[in-house]
Structures are given as structure tokens and as C-alpha cells.
């Protein structure tokens, strides 16, 4: 019995939809975590989880931005919560664990854990070097050319912006983790850091904005991770902070994995250690 995790599988891609259809358990009790950026179209994210949760014995999922956006070509036009909400009560209707679910609690090998999918954004707060707010780092970003998508597509309705979304959300992540039995440790899932030390490499150091929030940087203490699992950067590698392993288990864009030397990608496994890569 295992607890997999994966990624960024962004279906919206040929060779990763194969990949999707590619992917199966070692075994009838095998867990899978998707730690968000499924796809952007409605139906292509309920096609990939659907696809998964009838393999898997449970599917546990949080969104990526890329789910969050509204993209001008798709049926589904609702925007900010309100596509968060039909999402979330589509992949409920599936079988799937969504964030705003009870937190289901891993009994397996490594056990016993809660597995928490956390949706909690980003407020821009990773900031570049010598600014420090919002609109000088948005100012710096801008004028090195370095402006996400999100911009444009994700909308924050009904919030005014996407801090405003991010603070609510971390208010409200925080009280359910704040009741979890004390005794259980947990295992995060969040489609962004929860720290900013993974973003110090990234190729952009201005996209960092988009990459989460300082206000979860001691959650892996605080809320006792035994491991931290993310995604977003399309870095997949492993980061110990506190002695709390964080894990990027991003599958990324095809030109992105065809270029690592172990292809294709497939599932981390995250429950029982150690980790391996199959
Ligand atoms: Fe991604
Ligand atoms: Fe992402």
C-alpha cells in the first residue's frame, strides 16, 4: 500500500495526456495526491482525475493556478471562487478529495498521517531583492519582462485582488489545521511552496511573485509535516527544511521532461519512505 504523489501533469499536452493514461498503483489500496495544474479546461481537469480515481484507490487533489484560470475557450466561463466551487463539487461528485473535504488519514505503511490538501494561493510576497510592496516588486516583474499568465486569466472575483483571495484562504486553511488531532502527524499538499527557499533557482527570479506566500513558512513546523509536497515550479527535486523533506513531484510541459535523464517521469512515492522514483 503506497502513498504516490504527482504533479503539473498539464493534459492540455498530447504526450502528457499519454502519460496520464499511462499511469497505474503497484497495488488495489495504492493513495495518489495531484498537487495541482491537472489542465486549464473544465473537462480536460474532470477527464484526468476522473482517469485517475478509477485506477486509484483514493485521489486526493488541491489546484494549481492553471485550474483557476478562465480561459477565453472554454465552455466553462465561471471565474475566481465560483470556478473553484463547481470544481470542487464536480470531482466531490467523482469520488475525489478536494481541500475543502475532512482530511482523510493514512493508515498504510508510514502511517498513521493526515493527508491535507491545502489551497492557500499566493500574495506577492516573494518579493525581488530591494522592494518591498506589492506594486515596486509588480514594477520590478513588469520591467524585466517577467509577468505570469495569471494575470490575465485567474481571476480573483469576488476578492479585489489575489492577496485578497490568498489571506481568506489562509485564514480558513489554518482553522482546519488548527483542529487536526495533535497527536497525528500530517503530510502537506500544496500546488506552491510553502517555503521560498525551492523559488532561489528559478531561471525568472521575478516569477517568485507568483510562487506563494511567506505565511506558510513555518507550517512544516508547526502543523508537523512528515513531508511537504508541491508543485508549480516544474523543478522536480527535494528540499530539507528543518529536517522536513519538501517535494517538487512536477511532472511539467513534455520539452520539460524530455530533457531530464530520467524519462518519462512517473510517481513519487511519499508514503512509505524512503523516496524512489518509478
Ligand atoms: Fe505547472
Ligand atoms: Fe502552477
Known sequence: MNLFAISDLHVRHAANRDIVEGLRPDSDDDWLVVAGDVAEIFDDIVWALGTLNDRFAKVVWTPGNHELWTPPKDPVQLRGEERYLHLVRTL????????????????????????????????????????????????????????????Y??????????????????????????????????????????VREPTRILRYPEFALWCGTEATADWHVRYRATTVVYGHLHIPRTIDCDGVPHREVSLGYPREWRSRPVAPPGLCRILPGPERRR
Open 92 to 151: 466531490r461528485g467523482l469520488g475525489v478529495v478536494t481541500p475543502e473535504d475532512p482530511y482523510p488519514v493514512w493508515q498504510g505503511a508510514g502511517g498513521p498521517a493526515v493527508i491535507a490538501p491545502l489551497f492557500v494561493l499566493y500574495d506577492y510576497t516573494f518579493r525581488p531583492e530591494g522592494t518591498y510592496t506589492k506594486e515596486e516588486a509588480l514594477g520590478v516583474a513588469h520591467a524585466a519582462g517577467v509577468v505570469a499568465t495569471d494575470e
Open 153 to 194: 486569466l485567474l481571476h480573483p472575483d469576488p476578492y479585489p485582488g489575489r492577496e485578497a483571495w490568498c489571506r481568506a484562504r489562509l485564514a480558513y486553511t489554518r482553522s482546519r489545521l488548527d483542529r487536526i488531532d495533535p497527536a497525528l502527524p500530517t503530510v502537506l499538499v500544496n500546488h506552491f511552496p510553502l
